[in-house]
């Protein structure tokens, strides 16, 4: 009976109400009242029953004192843990659109995605990432909100599927967005560094002499050219290398946003309430640039502009920015919600609240016998 009631709870907790050391020496077994009475053992067996599906199983009246604390951190696991979930899905769904636009690309090289790196991006910096993200602590009014109820009979409308769905589709459609153009640019300075025959012979046909003989051709006419279709080199893996990082460092810097499933970070600094998260995003970064140390040729980061060092770097506190006017669109939904479940929850507390008048309490204590069981 009780397995449909903990399984609609937010977490189920038993007491056991025989660890209130009872004595059943004094009583006296003769007395009608007691011959009555529930033994010992058919109480423990009845206790044991109930809490067989709880979470927690508290020793008594006296653990009562700690229910606000352990709802105060179920709650707290739940909401961070579906922030590391909501993360893990964002990253997951950025690299598919990575994959998905490298097929798209504007130069007629097709991105050459590293092996390595791949596995780099999604079974190890999503992972420790979205952990860390886990042990994000609570803000100082959250007790105050009313959370959703555990039904399965409230759902959501087809219009907060919508807005749900559009949220994280956008979350995680700029950090995948950004690093196609930064593939252009590695490709174009990196067939001329690597290959600068190659880009003479096949790709500035349309330049005049002059043009040819510049130190660096526009790039515009080497991504463009016709003969890259069939080239396969250093300075394409080298360019598809650095695109899977600048993957990695918009996904890593926008993780920041899911520290706070619906407040801003402006509210305060985000490794404030989770230093675990701090730590793992600079050995993100430290692992990104020993992968890249380790994969492209040598003096490919060299070969590159400023203006690439300057998209590289201001890119992920971009995607940033963006994510958290996403979120703040949410925001207002969700701080709508919770007014309405405030109300709700208010209104109902105040509907079933016990009301007593005097003659119904004199009654009742009038009424009122000595209880002769052992257990009160």
Known sequence: GNQEIFSRADI????????????FDNIDATRPSVLNALQPDEIAFVTSISAHSSVFNLSGSRALRHFVEIIRI????????TSAASFALSGNLSFSIF???????????????PVLGSFLYTQVLLPVIGLS???TDDAKDFMTRVPPKNDPSVKYSLRAYRRLYCSGLLRAALPAIIPQFLYLICLGELMWEFDSPFVKDFCLHSLDGDE?????PPISSIIRCEALRDYSGPAIESAGTITLAALAMCTCVSSASYLFRTESIRSEPPWKRNHLWLGTLVLSFILIAVYMALVLEESSMAALSWYFYLLFFVAPFGCLYFCEIVKRMDQRHEKRAVMMRRLQFETRLGMWSPKESAHMGDGMNS????NDSPIV
């Open 12 to 23: 189920a907790i038993g007491v056991d109400v025989l660890a209130e050391d009872i004595s």
């Open 74 to 81: 179920g709650r707290v696991c739940l909401e961070a843990a």
């Open 99 to 113: 994959v998905l636009l490298c097929s798209c690309t504007a130069a007629t090289a097709v991105p050459t995605i």
């Open 133 to 135: 993200l886990s042990s």
């Open 212 to 216: 040819v003989e510049l130190l660096k």
């Open 367 to 370: 009424n009122r016998r000595e």
